[in-house]
């Protein structure tokens, strides 16, 4: 198996697909390195895709202490695959927990980002919903500690805004709730706490979102209710940043709509290589909303 190693001594598996321009894909706390199969069936034929399991994910490694789990040590994992695989920039795709690595990495390393999708961000980033959400990720990772991942797939694969999966597919939701009866459950209950439960809210970071630099796509589903307002704020707050909205979809689009996903993602791609994904026109600032003057 190829693994990558981080500078804590982390093996961390991963998959490359293809040729072309690398995309480097990163997962949501529920799934793992398998939940892009079909972005990676996709885009392999016109790419170079890499997938890999975050630390506390095997068939990568899996750290027991708490310290080493994070939204810094997230960020510096993706260097350290990217190292690996002797990548200098990529296109950084990831959904939910992989989505605010995507936004992380694009903040703090321009220089080696493409561009970045940022999918179904924003759980717990509202200040008013911080503490609540802080809150209920504890008794995920005590559900983890005492139920076991097996018990605790059973009610977290069914939540508020994974249940328009299973409407719409339910061979592949039930596929999705497997890969979380997977997980281990020491790796899952650290990264709910170090990276998930830790993670500094978007809200507080408007002066670094301002500044990004890198083009931005957000996608989040309209009935994913913990991330749509955040993603808004996203949209307006950063300046070469595009926000889709996803119809009658909630947390994990990219597997409940992937032909529409990923018909967003070819477009994003082609206009951030072709020059065409430039900051919004000021003049869409205005306040007025026709231009009388």
């Known amino acids: 198996m190829p693994y990558a190693l981080t500078d804590d001594d982390v093996r961390l598996y991963f998959e490359e697909t293809g040729s072309g321009d690398p995309l480097v894909f990163l997962h949501e706390f529920a799934g793992d390195h398998r939940s892009w199969e079909p972005q990676v069936r ?22 027991t202490e708490q310290a080493s789990y994070s939204q810094d040590r997230a960020v510096l994992d993706v260097l350290a695959v990217m190292a690996a695989v002797k990548v200098d920039k990529a296109f950084v795709i990831g959904n939910s927990m992989g989505g605010f690595g995507a936004l992380h990495f694009a903040l703090r390393h321009p220089e080696r980002t ?3 999708v940022v999918a179904g961000c924003g759980y717990g980033a ?6 609540a959400f802080r809150e209920e990720s504890e008794k995920v990772a005590v559900a983890f500690d ?3 991942s097996q018990a ?3 009610w977290y ?4 805004a994974r249940v328009q999966y299973a409407a719409k597919d339910p061979r592949g939701h039930a596929e999705h709730v497997r890969v979380l009866s997977e997980h281990d459950p020491v790796g899952a209950a650290l990264t ?6 830790g993670r500094p809210s978007l809200y507080a970071m408007h002066d670094e979102l301002a500044a990004c630099v890198s083009p931005v796509l957000v996608i989040v589903g309209d009935e994913d209710n913990g991330a749509l307002e955040a993603d808004l704020m996203l949209k307006r707050a950063i300046p070469r940043c595009g926000l889709a909205v996803l119809p009658k979809s909630g947390h994990v689009t990219n597997l409940e709509e992937p032909v529409l996903f990923n018909q967003l993602l070819e477009r994003f791609f082609a206009a951030v290589e072709h020059g065409k994904w430039q900051e919004r026109d ?12």
């Open 146 to 148: 005492e139920e076991g």
């Open 192 to 197: 709910m706490r170090g990276v998930q439960k």
């Open 282 to 293: 000021p003049r869409a600032l205005s306040s007025s909303t026709t231009g009388a003057r």
């Open 114 to 116: 493409l561009g970045s």
């Open 152 to 154: 605790m797939s059973q």
């Open 42 to 63: 996709h885009f392999s034929r016109t790419y170079r895709c890499i997938v890999f399991a975050a630390r506390g994910y095997p068939p990568s490694d899996v750290p």
């Open 157 to 160: 694969g069914f939540g508020p």
């Open 126 to 131: 509202h200040p008013d919903k911080g503490a």
